[in-house]
């Protein structure tokens, strides 16, 4: 495979990991704090269950792509 399918191939990638980060940081901020779970005696905020996956995702980026693109990535999700 040439070089420049797998740059592609690449890029595909973080462009598909920054969408789910940002979807996840949009759900995070807009149901954050209107919904509520119930969970035994707990009350949980919907707004924490999204905060794993854009944990995830941002160490992914990180592994695969490096810190100054995670650190860009988590700008333009603030």
Excluded at 31 to 45: E, H
Excluded at 47 to 76: H, Q
């Amino acid at each position: 495979m040439p070089a420049t399918d797998l740059n592609e191939r690449r890029e595909r990638v973080f462009i598909a990991l920054a969408g789910v980060f940002l979807c996840s940081m949009t759900l995070l901020n807009v149901i954050g704090i209107t919904r509520f779970i119930q969970l035994g005696p707990l009350a949980l905020a919907v707004g924490v269950l999204p905060y794993p996956l854009t944990f995830l995702c941002t160490d992914i980026i990180c592994e695969l792509y490096g810190k100054s693109r995670a650190n860009f990535l988590v700008t333009v999700g603030l």
